[in-house]
């Protein structure tokens, strides 16, 4: 790599009287902060320096050791710790006018890549030449270069996957079960009128007869798995602010699919006044008029479920009594904008998950997902009987970074598990994901500052049930005649109850 900064300090205070110190200054940064933590040879150095006045104008080169625009930050504070007494000035902030690097790819890019604050981006194999303008104090030493630099490498490995599925291999494959239909279960639901499309997009109404289902799925996972393995009920927020992504990773990606969450940029009704007389008098909602009224978004709707929840431990210290924690939330809707993707119950805006969440040592945390590996295996053989099958996948924080590859190599990783869709048969989409189990490594942990007592690093799962998912399956294997179904959900569903009968 190869680091070239024309910047400049800008100082309190005019320095020409001194100018004659300024070579020695140079040199003696030359030799020390400037090539300070890197391979001999190898740090930053000032070419050229010119005193003007109140600023100190110089050019870095540097390779990747000591990056050019750490070392002006470095050599303002040298220069502060040099004159700041002897001349009573200090350095008001560093500056840049002309910034190039030159870096090595792994891999040629396949087309340009976009990024903001850069100025030119040229390509020639895998070489890659960026130059910045103007750059100021907060761009140069917050680590916005580096970033973007990553960035570059990011985008230009991902063009080598865009098309690629990710990794994807099978753990267990159930014994293959005859289906009592071959129907799609949601025309099916829907004729029956277990369920109704709900006014919004991607959204569904559930009837007595599906609620009972869905409720009936939940008993079993409490009484089989959450009880058993003492997971404790707890209630996370559901309107998760952009904060709370930050922390989680979220926001590197989720923007196309999240549902925005604006408020009011006042209460006061007389600001609302022109909506509400719109209203009445032409029957319409006046959209536009509301877009102008509405603050930016504070964040989105629940999108993953278990994030809002580590607001709880953050910047807590987690006492070794209480280890592991094992919990989980059913308390509302997650929301997620599918566009053209919806289907049936499958895929839909609007969806009702059980999220289960572990924490401990990693030890602990690999042994609670593997417990829970245990009685989903159990659940899905001797309640469900279904058709089902396990497969290791890219964790989403991998494949959201688009760093897709091999997931196996650790215990960090996400198991899904897929049921086969009768009525899909031969396609594409014969089989349907309907819940997983992640460890995240100390991913969370980290992200919320959240420590244990003993000092072990602390490591974190989560698992999503899908309930709308769950039902999907089930129905498309099991049919709807709940006399039929196996015994393990024949049971606990105990029939079906008197639905709703429309004329
Ligand atoms: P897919 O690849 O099917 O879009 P995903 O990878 O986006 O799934 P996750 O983010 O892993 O799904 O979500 C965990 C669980 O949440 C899924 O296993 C599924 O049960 C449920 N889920 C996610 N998106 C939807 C949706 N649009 N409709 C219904 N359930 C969903
Ligand atoms: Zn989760
Ligand atoms: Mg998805």
Redesign the pocket.
Known sequence: MRFHLEGRLVLSGDISKAASDIPAFIEEANATVLVKGAPAGKGARVGLFNVKGDTLEVTIDSDEFVRSHDALVRLAKLFGQRFGRKLAVGVRRVEADNYLIEMELEREPLQLARIPFVETLRFDGKRCTVTFGKLDEKFLSEKYVDRILTLIKDKVNAQHYAGKSEHWEQVFRSPERPALTDQDPTALLEKEGWIRRGASRGQWIFGPEMTRLFRTFERIVERELLEPLGFQEMIFPKLEPFSVWERSGHAKGIYPEVYYVCPPKSRDPAFWEEVIDHYRITNEVPLEKIRDRLDLPVGGMTY?QCPALWTFFQGRTIANDRMPIRVFDRSGT?H?Y?SGGLHGI????E?H?MELVWLGTRQQTVETATALAEGYRRIFEAFLELDWRMARVTP?FMAQERLVGDADQSEIGTT?YEGRLPYRKGTAEEWL????VSVNGTKYPRGFTVKLQSGEPLWSGCS???L??WAAVFVAQKGMDSAAWPAGVRGPYGGTPRGIRFL
């Open positions: 993953a997650s997620r599918e499958e895929r839909v805006d969806f998950r989403w899904d994901e309907f819940q997983n999503g049930i899908g709308e998912r």
